[in-house]
């Protein structure tokens, strides 16, 4: 038996909504007892049966001790284009960012479209990486929407969802027979809400920035308009849904609807929707092009508040490496995407220092709700849940260096950014993956 008992913790529980000082004992990779300070160590080792040499400590220093993040759409550049991002540099920027669970995407190249190809994602995620590695299956073969992959045999072999990615499937009828076969098999469908005729080709979102700027842009009424004909076929097959990213005001009546309706559907945004706007483009600064693009301070405030309310579920990294080449050309040739695994927790903190987000509130949609909507134990400070915790500082300031970054891509919209929060201490199933032991 292997204990660990961390003493002098500001426990963050999502679960219970407590925020408050005490010890948590880790036992055999497994949360055994949390309890609040003072506490009798030896006491307690006694009434477990525990030997007190067989137990290690970790002194908090009185700062928090929370659910590691579970992050939803994390791509790892393996196979095919592995001089962006392996799933050795992944899962480091991962355990540095306190990132315990990364849930992966299939867009890579070739796509994660057949058994054998996640099979090779599974071996090579056990072989490299410190953290969990969760795959997503593409929903339709090469992700080209004509036609469904084979569920059945990606969920056997370990898929935890079924995703196209940015690629919606404009084929509403190849889409609802993914849906109905995968409600048959109780199989998550991760979807883009984007209409994707509106959508091609842009760079910007519309409005008097992207005017000025002379950008190609696309309305928000796109996300409104993919996330209705998204509904109405969850509606018609009863397929569990997710929505990766809401970044509109315009979409969020069509979601409340439809939970007030009973449909299983949850939605997800990403940080740099939540923290950045399309102001922050400026002089079409290319590591701000994202998709969807970034949205008005109107949007990002609508979602904020969405987030608040427990509208949106989830806040996921959306981690998408590119290497300088892709990224250092005109502003509307240059590839969208952002890393964000090391970024995700002292940006998402901006919420609790800026916006007044409790720190259990922030880490339910972090850590526990993905957890929750993927049927997984994490998330959870609660006896029997997995020992994957993150030991962070919420207030300690320091200005964001990309070159320190542990991605094989440094593609970070916030390099030079003052931050506050940073990780200490990383633990995946009672092991120590980052910080000085």
């Not at 928000?220 to 509109?248: C, F, S, W």
């Not at 526990?368 to 997995?386: F, I, K, M, S, T």
Request: proline residues 6%; glycine residues 10%.
């Amino acid at each position: 038996m292997h204990s660990i008992a961390f003493t002098n913790a500001r426990l963050i529980d999502p679960e219970a909504g407590t925020d408050g000082y005490g010890t948590l004992l880790a036992t055999d990779g497994r949360i055994a007892e949390t309890l609040t300070e003072p506490v009798d160590l030896e006491g307690l080792f006694r009434a477990r049966n525990i030997a007190r040499d067989a137990v290690g400590t970790v002194d908090c220093g009185g700062k928090c001790l929370a659910p590691g993040i579970v992050d939803i759409g994390v791509k790892v550049c393996e196979p095919g284009e592995r001089h962006k991002e392996s799933y050795r540099s992944a899962g480091l920027a991962a355990a540095a960012g306190g990132v315990t669970t990364m849930v992966t995407r299939p867009d890579t190249s070739p796509p994660i479209d057949s058994p054998e190809a996640l099979e090779f994602v599974r071996r090579r995620a056990n072989e490299a990486a410190p953290v969990n590695v969760l795959p997503m299956a593409a929903l339709t073969k090469g992700r080209a929407g004509r036609e469904m992959t084979e569920i059945g045999f990606l969920l056997d072999a370990g898929a935890v969802a079924f995703t196209d990615c940015d690629h919606v499937i404009a084929d509403t009828k190849v889409f609802s027979r993914a849906l109905t076969y995968a409600r048959a098999l109780g199989a998550l469908v991760i979807a883009h809400p984007q209409d994707p005729g509106l959508s091609a080709g842009a760079a910007a979102t519309s409005g008097k920035f992207a005017s000025l700027r002379g950008l190609a842009a696309v309305s928000p009424m796109a996300e409104r308009m993919g996330l209705d004909r998204d509904i109405a076929l969850v509606e018609m097959t009863g397929a569990r849904y997710h929505a990766d990213q809401i970044t509109t005001r315009r979409a969020l009546p069509a979601l409340a609807r439809a939970k007030r309706n009973g449909l299983d559907i949850t939605a997800g945004v990403s940080i740099h929707h939540l923290t950045l706007n399309e102001l922050d483009v400026a002089d079409y600064r290319t590591f701000f092009k994202v998709k969807p693009p970034l949205r008005s301070e109107e949007d990002r405030q609508g979602v904020i508040e969405a987030l608040r309310d427990g509208l949106i579920d989830v806040i996921s990294s959306m981690h998408t490496p590119q290497d300088e080449e892709s990224k250092r050309l005109p502003f509307e040739e240059a590839a969208s995407g952002a890393v964000a695994l090391e970024t995700l927790l002292p940006a998402a903190l901006r919420l609790h220092h800026g916006a007044g987000f409790d720190l259990p509130a922030l880490f339910r949609a972090l850590s526990l709700n993905p957890a929750r909507r993927l049927g997984l134990p994490a998330g959870r400070l609660a006896p029997g849940a997995p020992a994957d915790l993150v030991l962070f500082d919420p207030d300690l300031p320091f200005v964001m260096d990309r070159t320190t970054l542990r991605s094989k891509s440094r593609n970070t919209p916030f390099d030079g950014a003052r931050m506050q929060g940073r990780v200490l201490g990383t633990w995946v199933a009672g092991r120590r993956v980052f910080g000085s032991a």
